[in-house]
């Protein structure tokens, strides 16, 4: 992220501001390959909806949550709540956990 | 050695068949002759050995009564008186016959076994040392020692007389072997273990002692020669052996091999002239203290002393696997004699016919035995295929060194010499048979060294046209094997290069790019560029690819992010975006999508003023297309200057093997940019 254009990090914070949680393409391919890898979980709630799934596969394509939404017939705010699920349910509630978690998945090796 | 064997054979069958010559008479056990037909006997007339008569007239007055002798026993029938075995006196009329083998007493044939084991062992010792002067003495006191031995068996064994012209012939033929044996043993002594002398100096020695033995074998004067020349030989034999004993100090284990053999020489030597020669020449007795025949015995020692000297100390060089050899002679003689018991049982049994003698032989023993020898000494030759891995191993080995090793290792597992590899003299440019099938030269491998290598099988046979070919076939087998490592080898440097080149080529020109770049902002996107190209290579390398789909994800998703900070509606049509799907790409590949599509969006921001942005993407064969058009103001591309943004865009594509494109049209910018795919390395090959 260090060699992102200076306009893109703007908007990356602008977003989190907003309440958006950024998500990108790279990060969520990682997700869904951390859920298809543990498998279904015991814990009803620890497993991503069908909904959530479909989310997390488009931004995996590079679709941002607005084309998401657009794509998805959904509200961008709607979809911005998914994404959050999709973090609650990789058990963060920190940042501090966020990065261990991250390392722990090795999210923190890819840039 | 097998020479040996021959000459020991005939040694032994020419002694027997002289020994046959005189008749035989059949005297009760025990019993001495006093008289043959008119000739009253004199002691001295029944002496195994006349040399105890110490002078010449005596010798040639005992040739005489010899000769008379015979003729008395050559008549059909003969009168002959005795004292029995209980010393009373007796007479009778005897018809003599000829001698068979069965009349020829034990001591004949011990000495016979005597002559025998020290042909053998010379033979044995000749054949492993060839060259070296103190094995070559050391054969010669063997075969002298036989000659010796074998020629006196003959008359100390005869049963009354012997004709006197053979008796004198023979004497003399055990006085050449006896003299010859004592110059054989203080020339061994001079030259061995280390030459005292230069071998030329031999012959000092040597034709001394030789005008000695023309002396004595003429008998020239009264007194016998012989005892005075042998007596003198022995002393200088243990003054050498004292003086290499001396010179040896400083070498514990040569000192402890020389132990044995000088000592079991030396006391085997002098035991025989001490307790036989001498008493009667010094007039201690008339008969030697031990009888002549077995007095030989103790020269034998002097040939187990070197046996034990070989095992422990590698006498004369010769390592353990000599033994070899004598198991294999053991074998053959084994098998001889099994031959020789079956026939005898077989002769002896009453059911046994010829015919069922025949089956039995032909159907059952033969057969046995043939498995059995094949089994024992004929090890199958090694299959080109179960060698393969251990020429890989030497061929691959990463340091000459090794190599070297390896390969000894490899000729010494298939051939298994016996002797320690030399290093041929003339270096051979194919294999070669040598020294009559007892060596085998072998022109190293590349850069290794040529072997000689002797006695295959721990000497169990000769060298042979198919150890030729075998030895060939390992050359040529490591030939291809460090080839194809050097073909490896310059490929790993190639790529090497190439590496350097492409660090050269992409970072290195980016980073001039960079340091050229005026504008504060572009020299920044342009390090930002070689960054990442930088940690790409770090991490994965040149070789590192990426699936298409991911790749166009990540620029869709950043594309998007910063053009919709500045307000430009963005719209990314990738009709056939799921058939990127699994397509991998190479990172260079993917870099260069990279910087165009930001350098185009950065352009597009920064002075397009556009509203609204379009990215379409197709493939069609192996090329994939991306046209990016805005709704800006646009740009002459022919009028402008073009920026280093431009030129950078256009050298990364073309160094893809890509083109671009800019174009106005319908009131819109584009950029066209056209890239290869294709499989990774067949695009980094097309990079290059």
């Known amino acids: 992220m260090k060699s992102d254009p200076p306009d893109l990090i703007a908007s990356q914070l602008r977003n989190i501001q907003g309440g958006t949680l950024p998500l990108s393409p790279a990060i969520a391919r990682r997700v869904m390959d951390h859920f298809r890898t543990t498998g279904p979980n015991v814990e009803d709630a620890a497993n991503l909806t069908p909904r959530e799934a479909e989310v997390l596969s488009l931004v995996g394509r590079g679709l941002r949550v607005s084309d998401v939404a657009a794509a998805l017939d959904l509200a961008p705010s709607t979809v911005s709540s998914h994404v959050k699920a999709i973090y609650r349910k990789l058990n963060i509630s920190s940042r501090a956990e966020a990065a261990y978690q991250a390392a722990r998945m090795g999210l923190l090796s890819d840039q | ?688």
């Open chain 2, 1 to 688: 050695m097998s020479a040996c064997v021959v000459m020991a054979l005939i040694a032994c069958i020419t002694a027997s068949l002289l020994a046959l010559r005189p008749v035989h008479v059949d005297l009760p056990a025990g019993a001495v002759p006093t008289r043959v037909g008119s000739i009253d006997l004199i002691p001295s007339d029944l002496y195994p050995e006349p040399d105890h008569l110490g002078t010449y007239p005596l010798m040639l007055e005992f040739f005489e009564r010899q000769t008379a002798l015979t003729a008395a026993l050559s008549q059909p029938s003969v009168h002959i008186a005795y004292t029995t075995a209980q010393g009373q006196a007796d007479s009778a009329e005897f018809v003599p016959r000829a001698r068979q083998l069965s009349d020829l007493p034990f001591a004949f044939w011990f000495q016979q076994a005597v002559g025998v084991l020290a042909l053998l062992t010379s033979g044995w010792v000749l054949a492993l040392r060839k060259a070296d002067w103190g094995a070559g003495m050391f054969a010669l006191t063997g075969l002298t020692l036989a000659i010796a031995a074998m020629s006196a068996a003959i008359y100390s064994t005869r049963q009354i007389a012997l004709d006197g012209d053979l008796f004198r012939i023979l004497s003399s033929v055990n006085h050449t072997g006896s003299i010859t044996f004592g110059i054989a043993l203080v020339n061994l002594f001079l030259m061995y273990p280390r030459p005292l002398i230069r071998p030329i100096w031999l012959l000092v020695p040597t034709v001394f002692f030789s005008c000695g033995l023309l002396l004595e074998l003429m008998y020239v004067g009264k007194e016998m020669w012989l005892a005075p020349i042998i007596a003198v030989q022995l002393l200088l034999s243990i003054l050498f052996g004292g003086i290499q004993w001396w010179r040896a100090r400083g070498d514990q284990v040569e000192r402890a091999g020389l132990r044995w053999f000088f000592l079991f020489s030396l006391i085997g030597c002098s035991l025989f002239v001490g307790l036989s020669m001498m008493p009667p020449m010094l007039g201690l007795a008339d008969q030697g203290y031990v009888p002549q025949a077995y007095a030989f015995g103790f020269f034998n020692l002097m040939h187990i002393g070197l046996a034990f000297a070989v095992t422990r100390w590698r006498v004369f060089e010769l390592d353990r696997y000599a033994y070899y050899i004598w198991l294999w002679l053991g074998g053959a003689f084994l098998i001889f004699a099994t031959d020789l018991v079956l026939l005898l049982w077989l002769r002896d049994q009453p059911w046994a016919s010829l015919s069922i003698a025949l089956v039995l032989c032909g159907f059952l023993y033969f057969p046995l035995r043939q498995v059995i020898l094949v089994r024992l000494f004929n090890r199958k030759p090694p299959q080109v295929s179960e060698l393969m891995p251990y020429v890989l191993d030497t061929a691959l080995a990463p340091t000459p060194a090794l190599q070297s090793v390896r390969w000894d290792q490899l000729l010494q597992d298939t051939f298994a010499p016996a002797a320690e590899f030399e290093i041929p003299d003339v270096t051979p440019l194919t294999a070669q048979i040598r020294e009559n099938g007892a060596a085998l030269a072998v022109p190293g491998p590349k850069g290794l060294p040529a072997r000689l290598l002797r006695y295959p099988a721990q000497g169990r046979r000769l060298f042979n046209t198919g150890d030729v070919e075998l030895a060939e076939t390992l050359l040529n087998m490591h030939k291809v094997a460090s080839e194809s490592h050097l073909a490896y080898e310059r490929g790993v440097s190639m790529e090497r290069d190439r590496i350097s080149r492409d660090v050269h080529d992409n970072i290195g020109a980016q980073l001039l790019s960079a340091l050229h770049a005026a504008e504060g902002s572009r020299k920044d996107a342009l390090l930002r560029d070689t960054l990442t190209d930088l940690r790409q290579i770090i991490s994965d390398g040149f070789r590192s690819d990426f699936r298409l789909a991911d790749v166009f994800a990540d620029l869709r998703a950043e594309m998007g992010d910063r053009l919709e900070v500045h307000d430009i509606t963005f719209d990314w049509q990738a009709d056939a975006a799921e058939e990127f799907g699994e397509q991998r790409v190479p990172f260079l590949l993917v870099n260069t999508l990279r910087s165009v599509l930001r350098e185009a969006a950065s352009n597009i921001i920064k002075h397009a003023g556009a509203g609204q942005v379009v990215v379409h993407l197709t493939q069609s064969g192996d090329m994939i297309e991306i046209r990016i058009t805005d709704n800006g103001q646009g740009f002459d591309p022919n009028a402008v200057t073009r920026g280093e943004g431009l030129n950078n865009m256009a050298e990364r594509v073309t160094s893809q093997g890509g083109t671009i494109r800019f174009a106005q049209a319908d009131g819109l910018m584009g950029v066209d940019l056209r890239l290869p795919l294709g499989s990774p390395s067949a695009m980094s090959e097309a990079a290059q």
